[in-house]
Every structure is written in C-alpha cells, then in structure tokens.
C-alpha cells in the first residue's frame, strides 16, 4: 500500500517563495509523480508532472515559476514555487500514477491512482 504525505504549505506574501514536499513509501520508483491543487468548489487541477526519468510537465499557469523535482534515494517529489500570486491559493496535493501521458494526467486528475493528504498554500496580496 502506497502513502503519501504533503508539508510544506505555508501563508506567504505575493511574490514569495514556498518549497513543498511529498514523502512517498511503497514501491514509487515505477510511478509517475505529479502535484495538483484545488479551490473550494472548484475540481482539482494539475500543476506539475513529473516521469520515472525525470521529465517535467507543468500547466501553463505556473511555467516559469514553479519546479518539480523528485529525489528517489529520499522518495521525495518537491515542488519549489516562486513568484507566488493570490491565484496560487489552494490545497496542493501529491499523487501517483502508473505510467501513460504526463500531459494527459494533468488534464484528468482522476486517473491519479494514490493521493496524499494535501498541504495549504496561501498568498496574500
């Protein structure tokens, strides 16, 4: 059984940086790893993806800002988000999935096969 747990999150002003993180147990060396967020009432929303290989996905929303990176001798994703807007405000969670399109993950977060607890992010303006 594979767990998953997010810290991380923080209240920051606009403009600052936070650097989250995902300690995975289980056998997530053959996973994809990827991070999502979610408003209240909104659907979760894909932010960053990230292959067994190393090769990042990220939404259009946070290119340039934001990095993932996944370290397998710790079993940790990170994401290192600067340049943090109001609009960054969410619930950050981790999740898993067993190989297909890093893209086509993000844009159908259901097919995520294990989820973390979450983690909150909040900028302030």
């Known amino acids: 059984q594979m767990h998953l747990e997010e810290s991380g999150g923080d209240s920051v002003q606009a403009g600052g940086s936070l650097n989250l993180s995902c300690i995975i147990s289980?056998?997530?060396?053959?996973?994809?790893i990827g991070w999502f967020r979610q408003l209240p009432r909104k659907d979760r929303e894909g932010v960053a993806t990230i292959s067994i290989g190393g090769t990042p996905k990220y939404a259009d929303s946070v290119k340039g800002r934001f990095t993932i990176s996944r370290d397998l001798t710790k079993n940790t994703l990170y994401l290192q988000m600067n340049s943090l807007k109001p609009e960054d405000t969410a619930m950050y969670y981790c999740?898993?999935?067993?190989?297909?399109?890093?893209?086509?993950?993000?844009?159908?977060?259901?097919?995520?096969?294990?989820w973390g607890q979450g983690t909150q992010v909040t900028v302030s303006s």
């Open positions: 999740g898993t999935k067993r190989g297909g399109d890093l893209m086509a993950w993000m844009l159908n977060p259901w097919e995520t096969q294990n």
């Open positions: 289980g056998h997530s060396s053959v996973y994809y």
